[in-house]
């Protein structure tokens, strides 16, 4: 059998050129192919910057709306029921009000977390992570002990009241401080100015104590029936009975006038 050799020797050289060309590239010289991978390089970290800015900012957007917004919101509803009469409609709905806050506040913080640990550096070495776990944990033991609530005829409920009461103030106090702290680290790890940010949510917390404060006051000016703008109160038909009768029993004497702390206190 006769064999033609012409095409083997043709394959053999083709396949020996062809083996030959990545060392023929990197004989080029150094400096463009050094150029060209600086600017993939680049332009990867440019893009891994920009990914990693984006989940920085929506994970410190769901544990504002976690730390920052639903969790006051749940303290100042269940507040609002407090002073509400026990198994009234207004009463329950606030109070459901305040479990639908904190069950989103929940939600939210376990988005965020889990968002922590898939796409971030977690070493723990910086008091915004360290915080922020410890804070997480607080808050699924606050979420169990609200979910066993004693019935209130029972002894162990004014315990409960005080465990759960004090747990969620903490959980609320440090979640705004580890807010600050994160915008501190967003503005740290990107450069990013944070200011405005600060300053919006420094004037949200400002009004939210400013509510929680006022609540019993507007209560006690409530019950008092005090006219906003006047010092006058306008007493009701059984209290004008009540002082003509004590006017009646009472002898008619000079009275001097009352100091202003001793009508606040009254």
């Known amino acids: 059998m006769h064999i033609s050799w012409r095409p083997v020797c043709i394959i053999f050289i083709l396949s020996?050129?062809?083996?030959?060309?990545?060392?023929?590239?990197?004989?080029?010289?150094?400096?463009?192919?050094?150029?060209?991978?600086?600017?993939?390089?680049?332009?990867?970290?440019?893009?891994?910057?920009?990914?990693?800015?984006?989940?920085?900012?929506?994970?410190?957007?769901?544990?504002?709306?976690?730390?920052?917004?639903?969790?006051?919101?749940?303290?100042?509803?269940?507040?609002?029921?407090?002073?509400?009469?026990?198994?009234?409609?207004r009463s329950r709905v606030l109070f459901y009000l305040h479990v639908a806050f904190q069950m989103l506040s929940l939600l939210l913080a376990t988005i965020g977390?889990?968002?922590?640990?898939?796409?971030?550096?977690?070493?723990?070495?910086?008091?915004?992570q360290r915080i922020g776990l410890a804070l997480y944990g607080a808050i699924l033991v606050q979420a169990l002990i609200g979910f066993f609530r004693p019935l209130r005829q029972k002894k162990e409920r004014t315990y409960w009241y005080f465990v759960h009461w004090i747990l969620g103030t903490i959980i609320s106090f440090v979640g705004i401080i580890n807010i600050y702290t994160g915008l501190k680290a967003y503005h740290k790890k990107t450069l990013k100015s944070t200011t405005l940010w600060t300053i919006l949510f420094t004037a949200q917390v400002s009004c939210n104590a400013l509510i929680y404060l006022l609540q019993d006051?507007?209560?006690?000016?409530?019950?008092?029936?005090?006219?906003?703008?006047?010092?006058?109160?306008?007493?009701?038909?059984?209290?004008?009975?009540?002082?003509?009768?004590?006017?009646?029993?009472?002898?008619?004497?000079?009275?001097?006038?009352?100091?202003?702390?001793?009508?606040?206190?009254?």
């Not at 060392?23 to 991978?37: H, I, L, N, R």
């Not at 968002?115 to 008091?127: A, I, P, Q, T």
Request: positive net charge.
């Open 16 to 89: 020996c050129y062809v083996s030959a060309l990545p060392f023929t590239e990197c004989s080029f010289p150094k400096e463009v192919s050094q150029s060209g991978s600086h600017k993939s390089s680049n332009h990867k970290t440019n893009k891994i910057n920009s990914e990693k800015t984006s989940d920085i900012a929506l994970h410190g957007l769901l544990l504002w709306a976690s730390m920052g917004f639903s969790t006051p919101l749940g303290i100042l509803t269940i507040r609002m029921s407090s002073r509400e009469g026990n198994g009234s409609t």
């Open 113 to 128: 977390a889990i968002m922590s640990l898939k796409n971030f550096e977690n070493s723990f070495d910086n008091n915004h």
């Open 217 to 266: 006051k507007v209560e006690y000016i409530k019950k008092r029936r005090v006219i906003p703008g006047t010092e006058s109160t306008v007493p009701s038909d059984q209290d004008i009975r009540h002082l003509q009768n004590q006017n009646e029993l009472l002898p008619v004497v000079a009275c001097g006038k009352k100091n202003a702390l001793s009508n606040l206190f009254d």
